[in-house]
Every structure is written in structure tokens, then in C-alpha cells.
């Protein structure tokens, strides 16, 4: 089983990439996972939901996992620009971009798994960056479900994902093939802390519209309680973002491919 999953980084690794997210003094906002198929990058749909990133990076790396070996710095505008499709997070979570004239040409291409069957029990590899680690991974699971929502198919794998991992392939160990898109945003706890900081967020302008209106002992409680606010927001992005999950999600590629042709797009 252990050389299966060498071949697989092997074969595959020179197609996955990180995307990173930086804003004007180039810190990174949040970074995602994508690859290349066909003159497209495949990614989790966030990407498309990112207003305050003023720049985006996309590296592809060695066999070592670090060095790097194409990689292109885009505004945030022509990123956009580049985004053929995006469908909405509840139905399916991803977004195709264009690479076509970008210095990519030299990456190989991942296949989709299109005309195989899934089954439950399949072992599986992830590929993906994650947070807080600049370098690729790889990691095993297994198909532990199959899950449909909104007429769609989705895969439920038991293996480790962590931030960062969303929008990466999910690899077929015989085949090399993808088998579906890491999802984000599509368990539990995800939605639980997306209902939090809207929670929060709301909280807080709420309390801006009450700033100044009086003061105690000479300090605004109503600034106090937005600092508060705000504190919980940054402990909580931290906590979730550095929290693993043992089960995981992917969108189905089958689904993927059936909603590409529907708009057009061959890959």
C-alpha cells in the first residue's frame, strides 16, 4: 500500500498547486489548493469570495514539496478575470480558472475519473497545502460514504483535512485519476463557525452605530465591547483554522464534469 501512495505522489504532485491570497502589504489572507486540468486550474470556490485580497500567488513545486517550479503573481482583478464558472457553494463548491496564457505550459495535466466506479471502502490519497505549511502533502484515506444533496453526489472519505486542503484532488491510487475536489464549507463544523462570525460580525455593527453615545469614567464601553468582539473573531479563525477534521468531503468529479459540459467547457 506504502508504494501505491509513492506512485501517486510521484505522478501527481507536479500537478497540484497552492493559490495564496495576499493582501496590499502582501501578507497572506488565506491560501487554498488547486490543479491543473486541461488549460484550467480546478479550485474550491472561495477564491471567487475574497474581497479584501489585493494579489494572488500560484506556485507548483518539486518532488520535495517545496521547490518551486512555475509560478505566477496575478491581481486579484485579473484573477477574477480568469474564472470561467463558479457554482454556488451549497450545490457543489468549485471554481474553474483559465491558465491558458500563463508561463504553466511545461505543468502536467491531472485526468478525471469519469468512467470509473466508486465504491465505499476505495482507499484514496489527498494532495493539498495546508495551513501554516508552505510545503505540499500527501495524505491516505478511504471512501467511507456517499452522500447526495441538491440531485448532486458527494464523496465522504475518512482521512485527515485541515484548512488549506479545500479545493485539492482527490486521487484514485490505481489509476492516478482525480476522483473529486476536496470540499470546504460542506460539514458541520464548518457551517457551525460560518454562523458564528455572522453572528459576530452582525454584533459588531450593531455596536458601531452606538459608538459615542455615552461614556463611563471617561471611556466609550461601547469601543471596549467592540475590541471584545473582534478578539473572538481572531481567536476563533485561528482555532478553526489550525483544527483538523478526520472525515472529510469531496464533490464528486463526475458531478464536476456533468455541470462543466453543461456550460460549455470541455476538459
Not at 454562523?195 to 454584533?203: A, G, P, Q, R, V
Request: proline share 1%; charged share 20%.
Amino acid at each position: 500500500m506504502i508504494s501505491l501512495y509513492k506512485e501517486v505522489w510521484k505522478a501527481c504532485h507536479s500537478s497540484v498547486c497552492s493559490i495564496r491570497f495576499l493582501n496590499g502589504n502582501d501578507i497572506e489572507i488565506v491560501c487554498t489548493t488547486g490543479f491543473r486540468a486541461g488549460d484550467y486550474l480546478l479550485t474550491h470556490d472561495m477564491v471567487n469570495r475574497l474581497h479584501k485580497a489585493e494579489f494572488v500567488e500560484i506556485k507548483f513545486v518539486k518532488e520535495d514539496g517545496h521547490s518551486i517550479t512555475a509560478m505566477e503573481r496575478l491581481s486579484m482583478h485579473d484573477f477574477q478575470e480568469r474564472i470561467i464558472t463558479s457554482y454556488d457553494q451549497e450545490i457543489t463548491g468549485f471554481s474553474l480558472i483559465s491558465i491558458a496564457d500563463l508561463s504553466f505550459s511545461e505543468i502536467p495535466a491531472l485526468t478525471f475519473a469519469v468512467n470509473r466506479h466508486i465504491y465505499i471502502g476505495q482507499a484514496v490519497a489527498l494532495i493539498g497545502f495546508q495551513y501554516d505549511n508552505p510545503s505540499l502533502t500527501i495524505k491516505s484515506g478511504i471512501i467511507s460514504a456517499h452522500i447526495h444533496r441538491n440531485g448532486n453526489r458527494y464523496l465522504q472519505f475518512d482521512g485527515s483535512t485541515i484548512w488549506g486542503n479545500s479545493g485539492g484532488p482527490l486521487i484514485d491510487l490505481k489509476t492516478n485519476e482525480v476522483m473529486g475536489i476536496i470540499g470546504y464549507k460542506l460539514d458541520r463544523k464548518n457551517k457551525s463557525y460560518e454562523k458564528m462570525m455572522e453572528i459576530s460580525n452582525s454584533n459588531i455593527k450593531m455596536l458601531e452605530k452606538a459608538q459615542g453615545e455615552f461614556e463611563v469614567s471617561g471611556v466609550d464601553p461601547i469601543q471596549v465591547l467592540i475590541a471584545w468582539q473582534k478578539q473572538i473573531l481572531q481567536l476563533a479563525s485561528e482555532i478553526y483554522k489550525a483544527s483538523g477534521n478526520g472525515i472529510g468531503l469531496a464533490i464528486d468529479i463526475k458531478t464536476v464534469n456533468r455541470l462543466l459540459k453543461d456550460s460549455g467547457v470541455e476538459i
